[in-house]
């Protein structure tokens, strides 16, 4: 009888904290969002804000951050990125009696509180759609809010960790400060930016694009600092760039595109067999499945002329991802391997009465039911872009029809802009659901 | 058994997390509230009254009346411009500017450019359709002698759970006859941020 007890008590704990929710649709909102459905892919995130179940409130928000984002109703989009970033700063001070249930049963018993990579993701997200909305200002404090958080992090990791700082975010905040006429903080930030792009190139093998580099040495010559742009573009001396009085009379264009999905976790498990049973570890680990076409070249025509831009690769999430994790899988594995230890000090306390053969089958009973209890955590931000291209092109003032040459040799139609002298203009597409920004082709 | 069942128990009661309930309780304005630390009505009322206060106590406003028969100088507010780490709503601390300006009585203070159009759409739409003797006629706006532009600007420093905060607004006042800076000031604000590392 007691026994019963015992494996009836077990087994409660182990559905009550394994019982999750049948979890969110993604592929669903997916097929929404390819096929421009945008109304019922904002309704299908919020009915679906149940499903993300209660310690998924984080995801959720991100998700539908994303979703309005895309749908273009960036005022919805902010205020879910602000709840998101309060969210997730909140659960950052840990929970003591979540985490005592971490350690003796799963992490997913935790509130999600995000990988560090995402919430620094938030606000560069956050900052393209403030650059899409034409709100310049606020698209800096995006900028300015990532470097704070990154910092921040530095200090708690001691710099152990990859990624310290955000170079695409440097460079996008180089070209604001351009376009609001200051160059010298624009030349602080192309400079920083190239040299982060050379931690890039160790770290997950990007470098940094031409454009950047001739920005760094056009505003550099404009600002008197030549020679330290130099010292970190070794190749200035044959390099050829649009001198600052050169792009006076000419507009800039600023392509940003989002291409394939941001990585996976997937679980790996080891089964140790022990006369008691056997015990059980997870671990999450990183899945990628980068882009199948990259994009070829920015195409803007005019009456007059035809201008084509190369565009680079400007943040690689999916290598950026896969670092983080493994910058903490020193502090992941001892979390598993201290929760297994002390899973199996319970099970020893729960069979510790009557015979030996009844202890011997209550522990394997138990060490069973472990088998379904102890889960990796796997959640992520489902909807981030896996890489991030930019392209960045001075035209002379005029309209124009942008289009994309894809890696196919295809050619997409995506929008018509009119560029006067001395003005920026931010461009936006994301290859994964191009009917949002270029249009469903019949 | 009995301890077993208590030790469940406790991890189970660990486990379900915290109740929780809404309250409203209604406040002065003029109370000060700090919830998460950042930018708040309190800071750009208090940088406002100061700021202006500081402006008006300079010998500009009696220099530009003795020059023009004892007409009070008049002031448009510009723009103050976001540089901070944090979504600041400009537009209200303009309003409070603004408010702290006209309630000082010793400038004469004329619309925003945005609030401008408005206002001649108003007076074009008085031209066709009110009587002759209420319609405002055209070119009897009052130019501005001089406009108040500015910046808030932050540096952030923290570590997990604490943070200190420095706000600095600056202002300047110019000449838009001579685009001479007459005024430039500025006011800062330090705040240290502390949130509990740990809760349940």
């Keep these: ?442 | 058994m009995k301890k077993q069942v208590g030790i469940i128990f406790i991890v189970i009661g660990l486990l379900w997390g915290g109740c929780s309930s809404t309250s409203v309780k209604r406040v002065d304005v003029d109370e000060t509230v700090d919830l998460s630390g950042r930018w708040n009505d309190t800071d750009s009322r208090l940088v406002s009254e100061e700021m202006i206060k500081d402006v008006l106590d300079r010998s500009w406003v009696q220099d530009h009346k003795r020059a023009h028969q004892g007409k009070a100088p008049v002031v448009i507010v510009g723009t103050v411009r976001n540089r901070s780490d944090e979504h600041i709503n400009t537009r209200t601390f303009v309003k409070d500017l603004e408010r702290a300006l006209i309630n000082s009585g010793q400038v004469d203070f004329v619309a925003s450019a945005g609030e401008r159009g408005e206002v001649r759409e108003e007076r074009k739409d008085q031209a066709s359709f009110a009587t002759e003797e209420t319609a405002k006629g055209e070119g009897e706006e009052i130019g501005a002698d001089f406009m108040l532009k500015g910046s808030i600007n932050t540096i952030t420093d923290r570590i997990k759970g604490e943070q200190v905060k420095f706000y600095q607004v600056n202002l300047e006042l110019i000449s838009i006859k001579t685009q001479r800076k007459i005024w430039i000031g500025d006011k800062k604000i330090k705040k240290i941020v502390k949130q509990s590392r740990f809760g349940f």
């Design chain 1, 1 to 442: 009888m007691i026994k019963m007890h015992k494996a009836v008590f077990a087994l409660l704990m182990g559905f009550m904290i394994s019982g999750c929710a049948a979890g969110f649709n993604h592929s669903q909102l997916n097929r929404y969002l390819e096929t421009g459905e945008c109304n019922r892919a904002t309704a299908y995130v919020d009915q679906g804000r149940k499903s993300y179940g209660d310690n998924g409130e984080l995801l959720y928000l991100l998700d539908s951050a994303m979703v309005y984002f895309q749908c273009q109703d960036f005022e919805s989009a902010q205020s879910r990125f602000r709840e998101a970033e309060d969210l997730a700063e909140k659960l950052w001070t840990e929970s003591i009696s979540r985490n005592i249930a971490a350690f003796a049963v799963s992490d997913n018993v935790l509130k999600y509180q995000g990988e560090d990579y995402e919430r620094v993701l938030i606000h560069l997200v956050s900052a393209i759609g403030f650059l899409r909305a034409g709100r310049l200002d606020e698209a800096l404090v995006e900028c300015r809010r990532l470097d704070s958080l990154l910092s921040l992090f530095n200090a708690t990791y001691e710099e152990k960790n990859v990624y310290k700082e955000d170079a695409f975010a440097r460079y996008l905040s180089g070209m604001l400060h351009e376009a609001d006429g200051e160059l010298d903080d624009a030349f602080i930030d192309y400079y920083k930016a190239v040299r982060i792009y050379k931690d890039y190139a160790k770290a997950y093998g990007l470098s940094a694009p031409a454009v950047l580099e001739e920005d760094l040495l056009r505003v550099a010559q404009a600002v008197g600092r030549l020679d330290e742009a130099r010292s970190v573009v070794p190749d200035s001396e044959s390099r050829s760039w649009l001198t600052q009085s050169d792009t006076r009379a000419m507009g800039r264009v600023v392509y940003i595109q989002f291409s394939g999905f941001a990585p996976l976790k997937i679980q790996d498990r080891i089964i140790i067999p022990t006369r008691g049973g056997p015990v059980t570890v997870a671990f999450p680990r990183m899945v990628t499945a980068p882009p199948a076409c990259r994009p070829g070249r920015l195409v803007l025509t005019s009456t007059e002329a035809g201008i084509e831009a190369r565009i680079f690769p400007a943040e690689d999430i999916n290598r950026i991802a896969v670092k983080s994790l493994n910058d903490r899988k020193g502090r992941v594995i001892a979390k598993t391997m201290v929760r297994a230890a002390t899973k199996q000090v319970i099970i020893s306390g729960l069979a510790n009465q009557g015979d030996e053969e009844a202890q011997a089958t209550i522990r394997l009973l138990l060490n069973m039911i472990n088998l379904f209890v102890e889960q990796a955590d796997t959640r992520t931000w489902r909807l981030l872009p896996g890489e991030i291209h930019v392209s960045r092109v001075y035209v002379p003032q005029g309209e124009y029809q942008v289009n994309l040459s894809l890696c196919d040799g295809d050619v997409r139609s995506l929008e018509k802009i009119r560029i006067a002298a001395g003005d920026t203009s931010f461009l936006f597409h994301d290859a994964r659901y191009p009917c949002l920004t270029a249009g469903c082709r019949q």
